[in-house]
């Protein structure tokens, strides 16, 4: 496969890699924001993470539906349908965060 063909073609890891990304940020940097000063912080610094999470892991979650659907019959098709659903579920896990950053008084514990 020439170089200039891996260039222009879709490489369905990249939104796997998204899509990781975005819900390690969202997770890490809420969850260490409430450890690190709960009353500071409250609940604006988690729920503003998870909705940066959210956007990566949608961008994320496109990329590998388009290249899911540009490399149909193929082995990248896999690891793009791979990357669209995993966008799917970190969207939801991140989703319920939300909820739970939303519904849950700040500094419960």
Known sequence: MPRSDL???????????AVSA????SHQWGSNAVFDD????????PVFASLLGLVAVALGG???HHAWRESA????????AVGALLALLAGF???????????????AA
Do not use: D, E, H
């Not at 975005?22 to 940020?25: D, T």
């Not at 709960?38 to 610094?45: E, L, P, Q, R, S």
């Not at 019959?73 to 793009?80: D, E, I, N, Q, Y």
């Open 7 to 17: 260039m222009n073609r879709p490489q369905p890891f990249l939104g796997i890699l």
């Open 22 to 25: 975005g819900w390690a940020l």
């Open 93 to 107: 896990a991140i989703v319920l965060q939300i909820a739970a950053g939303l519904i849950l008084p700040p500094c």
């Open 62 to 64: 496109l990329y590998s």
């Open 38 to 45: 709960c009353a500071a912080n409250g609940t604006v610094v």
């Open 73 to 80: 019959g193929s082995g990248r098709s896999v690891l793009g």
